[in-house]
């Protein structure tokens, strides 16, 4: 899988909109672009996926760029229990779901 | 909702013991897996399944084996732990099929310490 270069650490504001960006140079044609956050003392959690359109759940919306080469994770307001670490992750292709997590970004929301 | 529960949250074992680490998931899930998880490192796959009595070595095999008799049941073994094998361990289970937009469920994790 390609790799992914995400900013070590991030803060914010709460309910203010946080955007985590991601760069993927080298992603293929066939890769899917995941998030997956890991709050504190807790398993990771999948967020959001996307493969060329901008994507909108009710946790995030995922924005990609036009040549897929980075996206972000924006979250529209937030609040502190979105401290967490947030990965980046491409799948594309490898059989049985499998994913290779990077060192994400730690997010800090301050009060 | 799915559930992936892990036997226990903190484990603490002595060098040479075998340790067993059991991973159920609810869902039905053809697929399951394994990682550690160490400070600086991220998250490592050891071993995944696909199917019952089917696993596939992951980045960082060494030490371990699973074991996988049930559909619902993953089992990660240390057969003679040791102080190296010290870290959080995950389990996590996938949406049935094979694609790439597979979402992966995780369990709570197990803090094994080696002594």
């Known amino acids: 899988d390609a790799k992914t270069t995400q900013p070590n650490s991030m803060e914010s504001n709460e309910e203010e909109p946080v955007h985590l960006p991601c760069n993927h140079s080298?992603?293929?044609?066939?890769?899917?672009i995941h998030w997956y956050r890991q709050l504190p003392s807790q398993g990771p959690e999948y967020v959001i996926h996307g493969l060329t359109s901008n994507v909108n759940n009710r946790m995030a919306s995922l924005a990609i760029a036009e040549d897929r080469k980075s996206s972000t994770l924006i979250l529209h307001r937030a609040t502190l229990r979105d401290a967490a670490v947030y990965y980046c992750i491409l799948h594309g292709g490898t059989s049985y779901g499998k994913l290779t997590f990077g060192q994400g970004t730690i997010l800090t929301v301050h009060p | 909702d799915v559930k992936v529960t892990q036997s226990s949250r903190y484990l603490v074992k002595r060098t040479g013991e075998k340790v067993f680490l059991e991973c159920v998931q609810d869902?039905?899930?053809?697929?399951m897996f394994w990682y550690r998880q160490d400070p600086g490192l991220g998250l490592r796959l050891i071993y995944f399944?696909?199917?019952?009595?089917?696993?596939e070595k992951g980045d960082i095999p060494e030490g371990y084996s699973v074991s996988r008799e049930k559909k619902e049941r993953f089992s990660l073994i240390l057969e003679s732990a040791s102080t190296n094998q010290t870290s959080m361990y995950l389990c996590?289970?996938?949406?049935?099929?094979?694609?790439?937009?597979?979402?992966?469920?995780f369990g709570p994790g197990t803090r094994l310490t080696v002594l």
């Open positions: 399944s696909y199917d019952v009595k089917m696993k």
């Open positions: 080298t992603i293929s044609g066939t890769d899917y």
């Open positions: 869902m039905d899930h053809e697929n």
């Open positions: 996590a289970s996938s949406t049935p099929g094979r694609g790439v937009t597979d979402t992966q469920y």
